[in-house]
Structure formats: C-alpha cells, structure tokens
C-alpha cells in the first residue's frame, strides 16, 4: 500500500462518460463543488471547485493546496480565491456557463446563493442524479480498490477470535476493530451522501443493545455511547449466548466495502439459529437470481417473501416500525450509493454495480442476527468480493 | 462514564436563550433540521426535525427512532412520515408558522425546497448565526463535559512515550492514540460545519510530511494516506531529530477540546526551538490578554505582531500562500464554532466562550511546529482546559 493516484486514463474515462451527458441534456457544463465528486472526476481532493464543460478540458479552481491539486490532478488547475472570481476564471478559458448542472443534493443553500449571485444569470439544475448514477457503475480500477477493503474486513474478522473477550465493552471491541483496519489503510470513518448521516467504522453491539433502534437508515442498531452518537457501539459488555454483531465497512484508498458477520460466545437459541439460516438462504437466493437487467426492487421483494415464509416478517431489516425499506445498497467512495434494493424502485441492476446485501433480522428481546456482503454485479451475475467465511464465529464459554 | 443525558435545566435554559432571540428577530418559530443543533436544543439526536415557537414548548418531530427520543428529551415528541405532513403537525399543536428561522448554512438545497414546498406561503430566513453565536457561550454543564474531553486528549499526551517509536509511519502512531482516545469515550470523528470539512482525530504528522499543506483550514497540514484522505498522518515514517505534530481532538459526550503538543526522538534544532519558544510567547501574551470585550481579532494581531517581532512571520500559521487566516477558533459541538480569532473579525469576546488557540509555524524544509490549548473565558479572563504538560517530549534516540 501506498498514496496511490488515481491513474490518468481512468479520469478521462469518468470526465468523458459525465460529458456525454452533459451534451444529451443540453448543458454548458457541470459545476462541482463535494469532495467526494470532485475527487472522483479529478483524482484530487483539495478544497477547490471542477468545472466540466460539455466539451474540452476540465479545470480545477483550488483554493487550497493549489500544489497538491497539481500534482494529483491531470486537469488544469487554477487557483481561485473567492467564488466571486469563477465565472470570470472560466470566462477566461473560453468556456460558457448558461446552463450549468450542480449537485443540489448535498450542496447547502447558503452556499448555492452565494455561487449563484457569483454567475448572475445561470440557469443552475440539480445533476446529483445523473453524477451518483454514473458513479453506481465501477471500473475495474474501482472493483481492485473495493478489493483491498474488502481484505482488510476479511483479516478483521479472522481476528476476532484473538480480541473478543466476555465483559468486554462494545465500544471497547470495536475500538480494537478500528485500530486493526486503521493499520490497514482505513480512511478512519464511512462517508455518506445523506444530511445527518454518520458512520464511523459499522454497528457494532452485543445481544438486546443491538436491538436498540436508531437514527440511522439501517437493519442493526445500537445504544452508542453517548446520546451524541447513539448507534452502534455502546457501554453494554459482551455477554454469553448472545448475538454479536459485527458489522463493519473499511475505506481503503476511499472505496467502502460493508460486510457483515455474527460471533457468539457460548451458544444461540433454535429462534436465532433460524434466523441466520434464513438470512444465509435470502442472500444465496439473491446471489443466484440477480443479474443485470432484473430490477432492484425485485431483490428486496424476494427477501421479504423469503422473511415471511420462513415466518420472521415482523423482525426483517428492523422490528416493527424501526424497519427499514431495503435490503440492500450500493457502495464506493459513499456508502449510501445507489442502487438502492428497495420497494418500489424498478430501475435495473447493471453490470459493474457494486451492491452491499445485509438480509437481517432483529428480536428486540434477543438481538439482531444476519449477514451482509458486498458483491460486485458482472455480465452474469453476482461476484463475491467480502470474502470472510459465513458461519457464525463460536467461541468457547 | 456512562450514557449521559443532557439534563432537563440545561434544554430549557437553551430553549429560552433561543426563545427570546425568535421573539426579538420577530419570527414566529425556528425549524432545526441539523443533528448537531437538533441535540444541542432536544437532548436527543435522532432522524427528527425540531419547531420551537417564539412561546410555549418546542416539539420533535421523529422520523426514527421515535421510543429513543421519548427517552432522550424532555419535550413533546410526535412521530412523522414525511416532511409533507409537517405543517400540519405543527397547525395540530396550535403553533403558527408565517415566519420561520431555518438553518441555511447546513442544509443541502434540495432538502430546503422540499420544506418549502410542504410549508407553502412561509417566510424562511437564515437563523444559522444567531444558533451559533448562542451556542458559542457555553453553560457549567458545558464546561465540564469539555474538561472530560481535555483530560482524555490530557492522558493521551502522557501515553505517547510509550506509544511513540522511531521507525513507526505516520498512521500508525496516530491508530493507536485513536484507540487510546476511544477507549475513553472519544466519539470516533470529530464533527465540523464547514461544507466539505472532514475530521478523524487531528493532524498527526512528522518532519517535512507535517508541512505538505492541505484542503482542511487549519495551520498543520500532512500527506494524509490516500489522495481519498489527503490530510493528517500519512505514510512517512517517524524519524529522529524531526519535530512530531501531535494535534489531537477528542469528543466526549459530544464535545470537542482540540490539542496540540509536539514531541521529538532525539533534538531539534535552533530555528524550531525558538519557533516553539515563539509559540509559546504569543499563547502566554493572548492568555494574559483576553478578556471579555477585547476584540476576537487583537488577539490575532497580537499573535501576528509577535510572530513579525520573532523573525518568523513567513512561517506563521503556515507557509506564504497556505497560510490560514486565523490564531484560534471556538469548540464544542463543533471544531469550527464562534468565535474566531481572526483578522477582521471585530465582535467582542463574551464569558462563557470556549477557544482553542493555536500558534504555529510551518517550515516546509522542517516540519510544523507550536502549541494548541482550549480555554474558557471567564470573567476574569482565560481559564486553561488543556492541562497536558505544555513541554517539548524528547525521547531518546
């Protein structure tokens, strides 16, 4: 491992799919301003600006580091003190800016105001959708960084033997995960695209306290340990015969894999035993029907029929009225990507997709028990790529 | 240390503060959609959004989970599906909404249109400023969560000869002060409101890697391990005679105290030692300096005026064109609070606010070095929080 740029070929790639668009919607160009975007169309993640007209060069306006852009980048790079500045800067490269696509989605309407008073008399419209679809597609490239993570939470769960111990605290345990995959290239937290959306490193949580429903848009829950940060991890120690769920994402080089796997010292009841069955059973089911073309909801329709019949409606992907509506997401330099495997959502899977399915079930008096893998969608099917072994981690009493 | 809820005095001290406020802006309510101030206002930090009236009680409208926060706040907690029924909500509990506070620094645009378009006809208007000014003063009850989180950012110092080895990168060092601080009820990342603005656990750099400026706004900089983090620690490997930034924050409870100590295997030379002696001057002189009603930027000119007189105004708060435009900001919630100690910046400051002050100087050829400490302005002046021994560490080669 190392820092490792992006290669300049695989920028081209992304630069030229976004502006083919750009022309298809009859766009002068895209304004970025989220780190994450800007990183993925220009290599670099320096507090800066990327202009992508419909044609031509992109430029990146840095306010700061302007050197490191320049090294990071292959695009032009230009500094640029103040927003106020832009439209001139780009008026200067020849480039137009009537019609501009931005990133409604995250940017903050201050902020939008202020770049909007800047370009007196753009038309600006959201272009979220269209930059978060080109992005749910990998390349290879992308597919080897997700690789790596998904290694690193390999070797993660094969430690867990050497560092789960009774009475221990959960945030304890996952403060010894965290340092493992830190020392491993983990960013240090999970990036997400939504408002008020946190994650640093999964859930964490032991037996009923994983039960405790969240804030977060996901199946496992978590008292956390603090009503500052209430999910995931908390002060509950680790018990006997109870489920331990373990579920962690790694951002290697920014790519985010999310595996989930269960441990348990001593023994489960028949009920959770059952439950990890059928939640092994949805993602087998789901391994084998998923393709490009079948649509996302369909995945999750399975799941819940599956839920049903294996007669755990009530608990799938939450209890109640804590459920959550998927049962599966994309990942890659968020973690919340699309496609979303969700209700209602009839788009089709393609190929390069790279999807985390995490079929869980949760017993507010027990726990919450499943598995979850993040598989890359191929011309034929699903591949694996969180290869940690499925069963259940026993560890003697 | 355990789960602590925010007690039910403070959330209606704060409530009144921000009460007063709406009856004087002659806004009908404010309407909190961001976690941070939803928490600081609720007690609670779940999916919610939360209407406090100009008079009467506040609610919190929850999306998820709605049990937790009936546990975590004192006030009316009412579950809602969609911010379309919001309005109605609202009119159900007789409250009126024509003009309404909103925070516009924060949220994205496309969530701001969606409440406009529920809320039909409302007047909204930016309130960002004023909760940030009020949550700037911090209450008894804040201070000593800051000083939970000062003393654990306090035993981390004193971990470091233990932890610190010559030959270990960057990174690593900076996993295990991660996990130190963890283990001590660090929330796991420390929460910024700058768009873009992202931190795990502080800059920790050593030599010239310290010096590689960065996107973050903030004097130190730091390689970072991928182009995806460029930031921090990094893969540089810690060498002798070079000086070791140790810039560290910590969020007990939620609130932040920033840091920063440097340490050394083996000696530095004569230019960093009268930099850290400089840094150590102009944060003794703001100490002596600042009470309330002195200005938040003399204290900035102070720092500068004395970095000038020192032979060191090139290096000060990092090098020519990287320099940031600060000596020290305020904490809590937040790393990037009021006030800030800034050129410019000409309001006074009040009893009750807390800073990080943080003089430091940047060689490219060397490394960055200088001191950090938060402190609380009392009446009287500045009352030191930070209390980790404000030496250089000097280990052995």
């Known amino acids: 491992m190392s820092y490792q740029l992006t290669p300049i ?51 990146l306006f840095v306010k700061k580091s302007v050197e490191r852009a320049m090294k990071e980048t292959l695009f032009s790079v230009e500094p640029m003190l103040s927003v106020k500045d832009l439209p ?28 909007q008073r800047a370009f007196n008399g753009t038309d600006f419209s959201d272009i979220s959708q269209v930059t978060r679809l080109q992005r749910s597609i990998k390349s290879n490239f992308e597919i080897e960084a997700l690789r790596q993570s998904a290694e690193v939470v390999n070797e993660a769960i094969l430690e867990v033997p050497k560092i789960l111990k009774k009475g221990m605290k959960e945030f304890e345990f996952q403060a010894e995960l965290e340092r493992f995959v830190r020392l491993r290239g983990h960013l240090g937290y999970i990036r997400t695209r939504g408002y008020n959306m946190e ?55 920014g790519y985010i894999v999310d595996q989930t796997r269960m441990a348990v010292i001593g023994d489960l009841d028949q009920e959770l035993e059952h439950a990890y069955q059928t939640s092994l059973e949805i993602i087998k089911e789901i391994e084998t029907s998923a393709k490009p073309g079948t649509t996302w909801s369909e995945h999750f329709e399975t799941a819940k029929r599956l839920a049903k019949e294996a007669g755990l409606e009530e608990h799938f992907m939450g209890y109640k009225q804590n459920k959550v509506k998927f049962v599966g997401h994309g990942v890659g330099l968020e973690l919340d990507e699309l496609p979303i495997l969700a209700k209602g959502l009839d788009r089709p899977l393609e190929a390069g997709m790279v999807i985390a399915i995490e079929p869980k079930f949760t017993f507010p008096n027990k726990g919450v028990i499943g598995i979850e893998n993040t598989y890359v969608v191929t011309e034929t099917g699903l591949e694996l790529i969180t290869i940690a072994p499925q069963e259940i981690i026993r560890l003697p009493k």
Do not use: C, H
């Not at 989220?34 to 993640?45: K, P, T």
């Not at 600006?49 to 031509?56: C, Q, S, T």
């Not at 001139?88 to 202020?114: A, H």
């Not at 008292?223 to 290697?252: C, H, T």
């Open 9 to 59: 070929e695989e920028l081209k790639k992304r630069v030229d799919n976004l502006q083919k668009k750009i022309t298809e919607l009859e766009l002068d160009g895209v304004l970025l301003t989220n780190n994450v975007e800007i990183f993925y169309y220009s290599g670099s993640m320096q507090n800066s600006m990327m202009y992508i007209p419909a044609a031509g060069e992109p430029v």
């Open 88 to 115: 001139q800067l780009i008026d200067n490269r020849g480039l137009t800016y009537r019609k501009v696509g931005i990133e409604l989605d995250v940017l903050p309407y201050n902020q939008f105001q202020r770049i």
């Open 199 to 253: 994650l640093v490193l999964g859930m964490v949580a032991s037996g009923i306290s994983a039960a405790v429903p969240t804030s977060f848009d996901g199946p496992a829950g978590g008292q956390g340990i603090s009503p500052a940060m209430p999910q995931g991890a908390g002060w509950n120690e680790i018990k006997e015969n109870e489920p331990i769920l373990i579920d962690i994402a790694a951002a290697v080089n």
